[in-house]
């Protein structure tokens, strides 16, 4: 394998540049990951994913990972990107709201929308971190670093919290360009304390003896800004340096701008060696936004019956850095594609052609990986990666049946694919490809429908029971009357 270089783009340098890591051979990663008031939306997961990109890449390489991103289940404001430290906590508003209703206090709704974002996760394939830390199990490294802050004369206590003194920083700004001269024009124009020496300075702890989550502090009982939560746990499990940072394009300022400002004073090392943010998802050509009926969650395409793999395909399929507009029509088209991985792996399974000189298909394979590979090193270029993976699809789909030796050529293909793009994984034994929750389709589970069905045959209702067939056809799937019964199955492609 010639010797590649794995390149990124650098959000702190402005350029395309090689990924490296101050310990040879091993990548130390942290990924800013979701607040958990509510399920995380594609959007989210379009942000996380190009970090297990990453790892898969970093691995296809030979390299060791470590790999930790966070849970904030604590101290994301509402209104942290515009005016610091304002608005009330996300957790505390989500249990107010109708949803918050089912929980019975904040801990059990963090609890359950962690266990729903990780279920997501692992529905879209995406590689197990190293460790996965929850902010408020880690409230005490983040006093100490604020306490620090103070002795260094980085930060000052008000009758409100503690705050950074951004004007005790002169690099404060490097990341975003949001540098001190143009801060007050850039952002935060509430004037949210009158104690604090400027406006743009931000909260390490805030005060509160009402907060739902409140630790006692030596500044008295209250929880931790946001910010003070990601330096505090990157540093618990990656050192002072870091190889690379990730996150969505909004976290540039002021979440990584300040997490840069708070580890940096406090270490006196560099923080990340590289940044990379995703571009923001759009859907339908516009904002993704519950009021406009676009927002979509992960589950929310499962129960509509698309395959999750074909979720991650289509999330994927355009490079992280450009501009991203999911449809449902890419979304059909992802999954026809992901079908044909699928195709693949049943012929793998079940050999049947003559056997024959298998040294071009075996060439074109390795050829078509290597290229996907190129690829990937080039800041994660996932439309050519996929290209070329879906190129070894259809070399595999074009052999007339597959004797055992090229059997085992296409299947050491898919999985060196899979490793790498996550797309194709090995179905499970007896897996037929079909989802195994029932689809839902109009909000009922597709066996009320044949159920249906049954009932209007029996009636001599046939114009009923053919609406429904054409009604589950239209959902993507395919009814399949037998003596024993109807069963129903996803249509192919
Ligand atoms: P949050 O739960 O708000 O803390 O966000 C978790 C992650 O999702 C952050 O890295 C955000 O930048 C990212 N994110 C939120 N909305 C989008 C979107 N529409 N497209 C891409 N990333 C997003
Ligand atoms: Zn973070």
């Not at 409100?160 to 935060?188: C, H």
């Not at 020496?197 to 030596?218: C, E, I, V």
């Not at 090995?426 to 049954?454: F, H, L, M, Y």
Request: proline letters at 4%; aromatic letters at 10%; a negative charge.
């Amino acid at each position: 394998m010639p010797d590649r270089v794995f390149k990124l783009y650098d959000t702190m340098s402005r350029q395309v540049k090689e990924l490296r890591t101050v310990e040879p051979g091993h990548l130390k990663f942290y990924t800013c990951g979701p607040t958990v008031y509510s399920y995380a939306h594609i959007g989210n997961f379009r942000s996380f994913l190009p970090a297990d990109l990453v790892v898969r890449t970093a691995k296809a390489l030979g390299w060791r990972v470590t790999w930790v991103t966070n849970i904030t289940d604590v101290g994301h404001l509402t209104e942290d990107d515009v005016a610091d430290a304002g608005g009330e906590d996300r957790m505390e508003k989500a249990l107010r709201s109708k949803e918050g209703e089912h929980f019975s206090n904040i801990w059990d709704l963090a609890e359950y929308y962690t266990n729903a974002y990780l279920k997501d996760w692992s529905d879209l394939n995406m590689t197990e971190p190293h460790v996965r830390p929850r902010a408020t199990q880690h409230v005490r490294e983040q006093i100490t670093m604020t306490e620090a802050l103070i002795d260094k004369g980085n930060a000052y206590e008000t009758p409100t919290g503690v705050y950074f003194d951004v004007n005790s920083d002169n690099e404060y700004g490097k990341l975003s360009g949001n540098t001190r001269d143009k801060l007050k024009e850039a952002v935060r124009e509430v004037v949210l304390d009158d104690n604090k020496r400027q406006q743009a300075d931000f909260a390490l702890w805030k005060k509160d003896d009402k907060h739902l989550m409140q630790w006692f502090s030596p500044w008295g009982w209250g929880f931790p800004g946001w910010h003070i939560e990601c330096s505090a746990m990157a540093r618990a499990y990656l050192g002072d340096t870091i190889d690379l940072h990730s996150g969505g394009e909004d976290n540039m300022f002021p979440h990584h701008e300040c997490e840069i400002a708070q580890s940096e004073t406090f270490t006196g090392k560099p923080f990340s060696n590289h940044w990379m943010h995703v571009r923001f998802l759009q859907v339908e050509g516009e904002k993704m936004a519950k009021r406009t009926g676009n927002f979509y969650t992960v589950r929310d395409l499962i129960e509509q019956g698309y395959d999750p793999l074909a979720v991650r395909y289509a999330l994927i399929s355009v490079p992280y850095g450009k501009p991203f507009n999911f449809t449902l029509q890419g979304l059909k088209d992802a999954q026809g594609n992901v079908e044909r991985f699928r195709e693949c792996w049943r012929r793998v399974e079940d050999p049947t052609g003559a056997s024959g000189d298998s040294s071009a298909f075996k060439r074109d394979l390795e050829r078509l990986y290597s290229e996907s590979l190129d690829a990937m090193c080039e800041d994660l270029n996932t439309s050519v990666a996929i290209a070329k993976a879906l190129e070894g699809a259809k070399t595999i789909l074009r052999e007339q049946g597959l004797d055992s030796a090229r059997a085992s050529i296409a299947r050491e293909f898919l999985t060196k694919v899979d490793g790498l793009l996550g797309i194709s994984p090995q179905p499970r034994s007896k897996d037929t490809g079909e989802p195994t929750a029932s689809p839902v389709i109009d909000g009922k589970p597709i066996e009320v429908w044949i159920e249906e069905r049954a009932s209007a045959k029996r009636a001599k209702d046939f114009a009923q029971s053919d609406a429904i067939r054409d009604k589950v056809s239209e959902a993507g799937y395919e009814l399949r009357d037998s003596p024993e019964g109807t069963t129903w199955t996803k249509k192919l492609g």
